[in-house]
């Protein structure tokens, strides 16, 4: 018997065949979850499922069957069957994003995650994290400016503060001396009063 021919090296190579044929081949069935919010995703758990305009309902099974049961998009979120349908991009990383469901395995990389091009027919990068990380170092920048900002303009206020409680003072001060010229006059028209 030859060497690697036994009966466990022939089932180790098919299993092995047979991933390669599999890993590379997009699967055509859309994931019955795909393109919901997950804030929504209660409202999909029920066995039948009401179309969210009430015009009637759909079995789960039908729910991302790239056929369009409700005109309003409700039973197909992950496939672009229905025109009025919303496909939820999560986003991991960055910020998630609600999009025309006709936008779904167009050949165009709507989502950072790649998650709206699922059917394989391109392959799209997850750039989520990039992207987040673009958006947090801008916000952080303006984060940075405005703290400057808020910086000088308290600085300002302080030494406005400053500049008028020294004018306060410098009020009080003058209305002192004021009076005390008025009371000093009082008492020299008095004495003039009496001398005359």
Same mark, same amino acid.
């Given at each position: 018997?030859?060497?690697?021919?036994?009966?466990?090296?022939?089932?180790?190579?098919?299993?092995?065949?047979?991933?390669?044929?599999?890993?590379?081949?997009?699967?055509?069935?859309?994931?019955?979850?795909?393109?919901?919010?997950?804030?929504?995703?209660?409202?999909?758990?029920?066995?039948?499922?009401?179309?969210?305009?009430?015009?009637?309902?759909?079995?789960?099974?039908?729910?991302?069957?790239?056929?369009?049961?409700?005109?309003?998009?409700?039973?197909?979120?992950?496939?672009?069957?229905?025109?009025?349908?919303?496909?939820?991009?999560?986003?991991?990383?960055?910020?998630?994003?609600?999009?025309?469901?006709?936008?779904?395995?167009?050949?165009?990389?709507?989502?950072?995650?790649?998650?709206?091009?699922?059917?394989?027919?391109?392959?799209?990068?997850?750039?989520?994290?990039?992207?987040?990380?673009?958006?947090? %170092?801008?916000?952080?920048? $303006? /984060? &940075?400016?405005?703290?400057?900002?808020?910086?000088?303009? @308290? #600085? !300002?206020? %302080?030494?406005?503060?400053? $500049? /008028? &409680?020294?004018?306060?003072?410098?009020?009080?001060?003058? @209305? #002192? !001396?004021?009076?005390?010229?008025?009371?000093?006059?009082?008492?020299?028209?008095?004495?003039?009063?009496?001398?005359?």
């Amino acid at each position: 018997m030859m060497k690697g021919f036994g009966l466990y090296s022939v089932y180790r190579q098919a299993f092995l065949l047979l991933g390669l044929f599999t890993c590379g081949v997009p699967a055509f069935s859309t994931p019955a979850m795909l393109g919901i919010d997950p804030q929504e995703k209660g409202y999909y758990e029920s066995k039948k499922i009401m179309c969210k305009d009430g015009s009637k309902s759909f079995s789960r099974d039908r729910l991302n069957d790239d056929f369009c049961d409700c005109a309003d998009g409700t039973d197909e979120p992950g496939t672009s069957a229905c025109p009025e349908g919303k496909f939820y991009c999560t986003n991991t990383g960055h910020a998630p994003i609600l999009m025309s469901s006709s936008r779904v395995n167009d050949g165009i990389c709507d989502c950072c995650d790649g998650s709206d091009e699922y059917y394989g027919k391109i392959r799209c990068p997850n750039t989520c994290r990039k992207a987040g990380k673009v958006v947090t %170092e801008k916000l952080l920048e $303006k /984060f &940075l400016v405005n703290k400057e900002r808020f910086s000088i303009d @308290k #600085q !300002e206020r %302080e030494h406005a503060k400053r $500049k /008028f &409680l020294s004018e306060e003072t410098a009020l009080r001060s003058t @209305k #002192q !001396e004021d009076k005390k010229l008025k009371d000093t006059i009082q008492k020299l028209k008095g004495l003039k009063e009496k001398n005359q």
